[in-house]
Nanobody, 133 residues
Framework: QVPLVESGGGLVEPGGSLRLSCAASGIFLDYYVIGWFRQVPGKEREGVSC????????YYKDSVKGRFTFSRDNPKNTVYLQMNSLKPEDTATYYC??????????????????????????WGQGTQVTVSS
């Protein structure tokens, strides 16, 4: 069973909005730092927004501040990324990932690109976001 499943991607015109969801099963998000990452073929994966349930901190990449909002629904064990005022440069495959909160912080997780092979954590399968007219 895949612990994290993303949904909500799609094709949207510039200026439009999408809401991505990341549903967790088999793990409780309360115990994790949760992050949204994106990757374009040929480029490095980058952290978009991360939140820590340990200290309540939230990190946003500069280019998405004021446009993207990270939220969570605890009873549903699900997190969301509300993306407004989308730009063509937001086009990417978006992934959610988690690491145990005692191993990292929101900012560190986003800046280091999420859990790597051999590190504790999980990745979702990704959802494609395309911003184009």
């Amino acid at each position: 069973q895949v612990p994290l499943v993303e949904s909500g991607g799609g094709l949207v015109e510039p200026g439009g909005s999408l809401r991505l969801s990341c549903a967790a099963s088999g793990i409780f998000l309360d115990y994790y730092v949760i992050g949204w990452f994106r990757q374009v073929p040929g480029k490095e994966r980058e952290g978009v927004s991360c939140i820590s349930n340990g200290d309540g901190s939230t990190y946003y990449k500069d280019s998405v501040k004021g446009r993207f909002t990270f939220s969570r629904d605890n009873p549903k064990n699900t997190v969301y990324l509300q993306m407004n005022s989308l730009k063509p440069e937001d086009t990417a495959t978006y992934y959610c990932a988690v690491r145990p909160h005692y191993l990292t912080t929101a900012e560190r997780m986003c800046l280091t690109g999420g859990p790597t092979t051999g590190e504790a954590g999980y990745w979702g399968q990704g959802t494609q976001v395309t911003v184009s007219s």
